[in-house]
């Protein structure tokens, strides 16, 4: 039961923040400008509430949010060098 109670809790905090946004979920799902810093907002929100309410399923959740934003970086840097090179040769040492 009290776990049902969180998972409410998330949802409404979920539901009000579309609302302070003025975004509508099918808007959100569509949303391609800055979906990642809204996310974040997002994901911030949902584990100060997993913290409040001692939910760790959830926040581990949020952790793996967290490792693949570390996996998007990690790959976006080694494309970006491939594409330097391309255009500028490569660094000589």
Known sequence: MAQ????SSLSQALTSYL?????KQADAAEY?????????????EASELCRQA??????DRIYGIQMYLDR???????NGSILREALDGPVEY
């Open 54 to 59: 001692g939910n760790i399923r959830l926040l």
């Open 19 to 23: 609302a302070r946004t003025g975004m």
């Open 32 to 44: 391609h400008g800055g979906e990642i810093q809204e996310g974040v907002k997002v994901a911030v």
């Open 4 to 7: 049902n109670n969180q998972q």
């Open 72 to 78: 998007l970086i990690r790959e976006i840097g080694h």
